[in-house]
């Protein structure tokens, strides 16, 4: 069978193309794909180390089966309208700058008594460069998802009312927020609690990376926000 692989950010650079086929008999496992992938498609053979694959936007393992009609994507490692449902939860990736302000609010309640706010914000040096402006990029679908669901986990371990996350993506300039988490709750120490859990969580997890941009240069970083 051919299967449609998608690529993000430094992957889909080096291959010159945000997807690739590749030719792989039916069931066979992620591993087996990650080998072709590299046999067949030799300028992606070196950036594979610390890749994952998701099939069918959710974290598969070397095991998993490949079957036809998966959508498949190859997931660099990761620096990811809004999406509201009725747990309380409000996640979503844009291009559009943020307004914390205006996230924060939405989230308000008479129960609460504490309205905590992260900013991740882009700043002008980073390893002794000035940074010019980052690049944002994003696999939209599975990123919100993701965001939505570390929102429903945090929502679950703390005493919380409600959780908004947001990520910018696009070209970002010195001083624009990337990242915003807000929660409210009734108490400050589950809200500064839950809000520093989800933050860590949306840079290991979320499917966002970022290019740093310099005089002479630019480099794809680990790390979302």
């Not at 974290?59 to 449902?85: F, M, Q, R, T």
């Not at 499917?207 to 005089?215: A, F, G, Y």
Request: net charge negative; with cysteine.
């Amino acid at each position: 069978m051919n299967v449609r692989v998608r690529l993000f950010a430094a992957l889909r650079e080096a291959a010159g193309a945000s997807e690739i086929t590749i030719d792989l008999p039916e069931g066979e496992p992620v591993s087996r794909l990650l080998g072709e992938v590299r046999r067949q498609h030799p300028a992606l053979a070196d950036r594979c180390e610390g890749v994952v694959v998701a099939v069918n936007q959710e974290y598969a393992d070397g095991s998993a089966p490949v079957a036809s009609g998966d959508e498949v994507a190859l997931i660099p490692p990761v620096s990811g309208g809004a999406v509201s449902d009725a747990e309380g939860v409000q996640a979503g990736v844009t291009p559009k700058p943020l307004d914390t302000r205006r996230i924060a609010e939405s989230l308000k309640a008479s129960s609460d008594g504490a309205l905590i706010t992260f900013e991740g914000v882009v700043r002008d040096n980073n390893l002794g460069r000035r940074v010019l402006f980052l690049e944002y990029e994003a696999y939209g679908e599975m990123a919100e998802s993701v965001l939505r669901r570390i929102g429903r986990e945090t929502l679950e371990d703390y005493d919380i009312g409600g959780i908004a996350l947001w990520h910018r993506t696009g070209r970002l300039e010195i001083g624009e927020v990337s990242l915003v988490v807000a929660v409210s709750s009734p108490h400050r120490r589950a809200a500064f609690d839950a809000c520093r859990e989800a933050v860590e969580k949306v840079k290991a997890l979320a499917p966002v990376w970022k290019r740093e941009v310099w005089d002479g240069g630019s480099e794809w970083l680990r790390g979302a926000g």
